[in-house]
């Protein structure tokens, strides 16, 4: 059974930091591209960021180029998303997902973790 657990969210000032964690498990991890995904209340889910399953092409949104880094452990079967010059629209619930290899498809996602950011 595929499981996506995120961690990490909070409420920080503008201005501030937080760093995301998503832990998988029954998958091989390394095989799948891991994604960031978020929800701000009454919008649409929007893309963030991605890391593929192999290489270093990460991508990010415009809104986040710049303040937010992906990263991966395969080793831990873990993505992480440090979130830096955090803003107040950066508030929302953050899920990550994962596709398998090139596909695009995220077929697998967490339950979502909050973040709120305060002016």
């Known amino acids: 059974q595929v499981q996506l657990v995120e961690s990490g969210g909070g409420l920080v000032q503008a201005g501030g930091s937080l760093r995301l964690s998503c832990a998988a498990s029954?998958?091989?991890?390394?095989?799948?591209?891991m994604g960031w995904f978020r929800q701000a209340p009454g919008k649409e889910r929007e893309f963030v960021a991605t890391?593929?399953?192999?290489?270093?092409?990460?991508r990010y949104a415009d809104s986040v180029k710049g303040r937010f880094i992906i990263s991966r452990d395969n080793a831990k079967n873990t993505v992480h998303l440090q979130m830096n010059s955090l803003k107040p629209e950066d508030t929302a619930v953050y899920y990550c997902?994962?596709?398998?290899?090139?596909?695009?498809?995220?077929?697998?996602w967490g339950q979502g973790t909050q973040v709120a950011v305060s002016s």
């Open positions: 997902a994962a596709a398998y290899m090139s596909t695009g498809k995220y077929d697998f």
């Open positions: 029954g998958v091989t991890f390394s095989n799948y591209a």
């Open positions: 890391i593929p399953w192999r290489g270093r092409s990460t």
